[in-house]
């Protein structure tokens, strides 16, 4: 046996006591060691499971309220045609004849206007805002809202009616007519002979008799 055989013996002895099993070496005379082969039986080294990346839950914006809003000012004015050719005389509606939700997303009531709306638009609907004081900047206005919610109340303003004035006591007289006297056919009056007065019966005066103390006249 050749001084590099000894080697490769006394190698495979030493590796082997150390790792439970006989690992072979090839080796030749003049050549270069390999990589040991694992032998039938050694434990086999398992890939460690990466882990799962974890689930990042993204947060749910709340809706915008203006848009909630305009849509609910939609929903109120979409109403507003058929309570006006149900109610031709009446005045201004209060919000609530038209069965719709009342309260804008700041819990504050929507009103309907008459007046305030431009003169193109039949009725109007206001909300005071998130502060809830009408009449500042943050107030939201139907017609400010764009065609399709303008369009809806399309016409003339909506005008309240007016009372009855109450009828007069006081009874006028009504004046006499005279009495036209009756025309008989064929003889149609002219203009002349209507305007013409029939002229007057003479009085006849009697003559005075000269009469006797006994009241019998003295000339027959």
């Known amino acids: 046996m050749g001084r590099g055989m000894t080697i490769a013996v006394l190698c495979a002895a030493g590796v082997g006591s150390v790792g439970g099993g006989l690992i ?3 080796v030749s005379p003049g050549s270069s ?4 082969t694992p032998s039938i039986g050694s434990a086999a080294t398992s890939q460690p499971t990466p882990p799962r990346p974890m689930i990042v839950a993204e947060p749910i914006t709340p809706p915008d309220p203006h848009v909630a809003l305009a849509a609910q000012i939609q929903a109120i004015l979409s109403r507003v045609p058929d309570w ?3 109610h031709p005389s009446a005045p201004c509606p209060d919000i609530t004849a038209l069965g719709v939700a009342t309260i804008d997303p700041w819990g504050h ?3 309907l206007t008459c007046t305030d709306q431009p003169a193109d638009q039949i009725i109007g609907a206001l909300s005071a805002g998130p502060d809830g004081i009408s009449g500042n900047s943050d107030d939201v206005k139907s017609w400010n809202l764009g065609p399709s919610v303008t369009q ?6 909506w005008t309240p009616s007016s009372t009855a004035p109450a009828a007069s006591s006081s009874i006028r007289p009504t004046p006499s007519k005279r009495r036209k006297p009756p ?4 003889t149609a009056p ?3 002979t209507a305007a013409t007065p029939s002229p007057a019966k003479p009085s006849i005066t009697p003559t005075s008799t000269p009469e006797a103390a006994d009241g019998i006249p003295t000339r027959r």
Request: hydrophobic share 40%; net charge positive; no cysteine.
């Open 152 to 157: 809806l109340v399309q016409g003339r303003r």
């Open 84 to 86: 006006t050719r149900a």
């Open 33 to 36: 060691i390999t990589q040991p």
């Open 183 to 186: 025309i008989t056919p064929g």
């Open 190 to 192: 002219t203009a002349a």
């Open 24 to 26: 072979a070496l090839h």
């Open 109 to 111: 009531r929507i009103e």
